[in-house]
């Protein structure tokens, strides 16, 4: 039973393929078109996706859309009603949109779909799930759990904001709701719009920028913006905002309250700001876990599924970790819409058709999230060769010990193996790669690699089975998932002068042994490196550790700001030849800048928009 899922028109398209139930392949659009978020259909993926099922759509049994697109239309109308005349323009803007594709997108489907197969059967082969149940079957089904509570947060789905799902088995029940536009995920996103960041792209942003602030704000925003109860549900005071009826996300009310207009994207972030988004997160936060607890005591479950996009602030997620109201997390590792590819046809596969689950004896079923293209050795040097790139290609024992070398060096090195990650993490399989010892990576990393915001931190990827060494994490993170502090014995303590630093100051004090993945409050986003499902990743970080005693190494994603994470060796070398990484590492192939054909240097720092 081959099932093929599709998410498309909103952000972040992407195609899923899971067969009998396991999971075979998914992709996300963005890598193949080259454009970030990509909303178009996603007929690379899907072409990807079919090539790795072995045939042809024809050979498909059903194909699971992600969402209703009626129902969502249904949602404009109602708001748009709610609130008349106020918002015509932005229902005028919307309208046309609408009437010419997306409330017909069953026929546009139909279309797209007969291009692979004419004889598509559309009318019994197109099913649709609805986007809070895709968010919840994505972190449910692949879970390690036989049966466990699931919580959706994102901006918004047809209705549904907040959603709540119990699933035991290869069953999942739907049983509340919170609708829109009472929305978490859209109060953060009018944080990172006020603060100057772009909305669905700059969330990461705000999460990053929070330590460097005091959530002196926070009582603010629980006075004026939202009504928080006791288990967690709530509801935001629409007078603040612009989402539901203007062209922006937050109205001049907002700007009265926090004291003056939304930062232009090219103005310098001041304390206010960074003061700003460490409020937003601790609000985040909070609401999270009085509704974790408030499930966890409702229900007596011990183990949590998460998914949609707030399920990405990894800040939030170590701290449901860390309150133990569940005794076992799991987040989805593409929790935002690409993810809902993947739950619509698990749920068409365990709800629609009514198949058996089989729950994973050894950890969940992402295979670590590498579920992307990848390219043998022949065809990485066949690829290489014909955009001009010089190479030398070892046997793997050589080219483990000459990039554990050149980390160790301080050098920054593109690294590019294996399948492509699912979601928005690289996890070593298309990645930048760094010495976390070294007080300058970050600097470097930021400025002269990714060419992003100086502030960003980087994550570290360690190796699982020596993670508690050197952080306080009690279990795994495979998925970059789960912030938790440097443990104190590695940590170095800062001066009173130092502690006295305000804002992007802190940023040049190394705070511990790794200090290039050690935030300025001593966190990390953290990645523990299994040799089941990253072999050759974790050799590396093994040799690395036995040159210098270290298994921690920074990783960031093979991108620049503004860039999809690259996704062939070509886009690899692209990348490389625009930035001031020293060395890039394809398969067993290695190629340094030095030995490079100057004239093939590009100018990548500006040839992308900024996210």
């Known amino acids: 039973m081959r099932i093929l899922g599709v998410s498309a028109f909103y952000h972040d398209s992407a195609a899923a393929l899971i067969e009998d139930g396991r999971v075979v392949a998914a992709a996300q659009e963005e890598r193949f078109t080259r454009k970030k978020h990509d909303a178009s259909f996603p007929e690379n993926a899907v072409r990807y996706c079919l090539g790795e099922s072995g045939g042809g759509l024809e050979d498909i049994d059903f194909v699971a859309f992600y969402d209703k697109p009626f129902l969502k239309f249904e949602r404009l109308l109602e708001t748009y009603l709610s609130f ?4 015509f323009a932005s ?33 019994n082969k197109l099913l649709f799930a609805e ?11 692949p879970s390690p759990f036989e049966d466990a509570c699931v919580l ?4 918004v789905g047809e209705w549904a904001t907040t959603s709540v799902a119990f699933g035991t088995g290869s069953k999942l029940e739907m049983t509340r709701e919170i609708h829109f536009p009472h929305s978490l995920g859209l109060l953060y996103s009018a944080m990172t719009y006020y603060t100057g960041f772009r909305v669905n792209s700059g969330e990461y942003k705000v999460m990053g920028l929070a330590p460097y602030g005091q959530p ?15 288990d967690g549900s709530f509801r935001l005071d629409q007078s603040y905002f612009d989402y539901c009826t203007g062209l922006t996300m937050t109205n001049s009310r907002f700007d009265d309250l926090f004291g003056g207009p939304p930062r232009g994207a090219d103005e310098l972030l001041t304390q206010h700001h960074m003061d700003l988004a460490a409020s937003v997160q601790a609000v985040t936060e909070e609401v999270v876990l009085r509704l974790t607890r408030s499930l966890a005591a409702e229900t007596g479950q011990k183990n ?34 690409a993810g809902g590819a993947l739950g619509a046809a698990l749920a068409a596969y365990h709800l629609h058709l009514g198949e058996e689950r089989q729950v994973s004896d050894s950890g969940d079923a992402m295979k670590g999230g590498y579920l992307g293209p ?22 793997e024992a050589t080219m483990l010990d000459a990039t554990a070398q050149a980390l160790a060096d301080g050098k920054a090195i593109g690294w590019f193996q294996g399948r492509m990650e699912f979601g928005p993490r690289a996890l070593g399989g298309r990645s930048f790669i760094g010495d976390a010892r070294s007080p300058e990576m970050q600097k470097l990393l930021n400025l002269k690699v990714k060419y992003r915001e100086s502030f960003r931190p980087f994550a570290p990827s360690v190796l699982a089975e020596e993670a508690s060494d050197w952080f306080e994490l009690d279990g795994d993170s495979p998925y970059m998932l789960i912030v938790a502090d440097v443990v104190r014995a590695r940590r170095r303590e800062m001066s009173d002068e130092e502690k006295n630093l305000f804002g992007i100051d802190k940023l040049n004090v190394a705070r511990s042994d790794i200090p290039a993945v050690t935030h300025v409050d001593y966190s990390a986003r953290i990645q523990t490196v299994h040799e ?8 590396l970080i093994s040799r690395f550790r036995d040159m210098t005693g270290c298994p921690v190494i920074v990783n960031t994603s093979f991108n620049v700001r503004g860039e999809p994470i690259v996704a062939t060796p070509e886009d690899a070398f692209r990348c490389f030849m625009g930035t001031e990484a020293e060395m890039l590492v394809v398969g067993n192939s290695i190629l340094h800048k030095s030995d490079q054909d100057p004239d093939l240097k590009l100018n990548y720092k500006d040839a992308f928009d900024l996210d």
């Open 84 to 87: 008349a005349p106020k918002g």
């Open 304 to 337: 949590l599924c998460l998914a949609g996009g707030v399920a990405l602030n990894c800040v939030a997620n170590g701290k449901v970790l860390r309150d133990g109201a569940f005794e076992n997390i799991w987040v989805q590792p593409a929790a935002g819409d």
């Open 532 to 539: 089941e499902t990253n072999p050759r990743y974790h050799a």
């Open 152 to 155: 959706t947060m994102d901006g």
């Open 374 to 395: 990848s390219y043998e050795d022949d065809d990485i040097k066949r690829r290489l060769t014909a955009v001009g790139a010089k190479f030398e290609t070892f046997d």
């Open 131 to 141: 986007h809070h149940l895709s968010h919840a079957a994505s972190a449910f089904f």
């Open 91 to 123: 229902f005028r803007q919307a309208m046309p949109v609408w009437l010419k594709e997306k409330l017909f997108q069953k026929s546009l489907l139909r279309k797209k779909f007969e291009a692979y197969d004419p004889d598509f059967d559309w009318q």
């Open 216 to 230: 002196k704000y926070a009582q603010l925003i629980f006075d004026n913006l939202i009504d928080l109860k006791n």
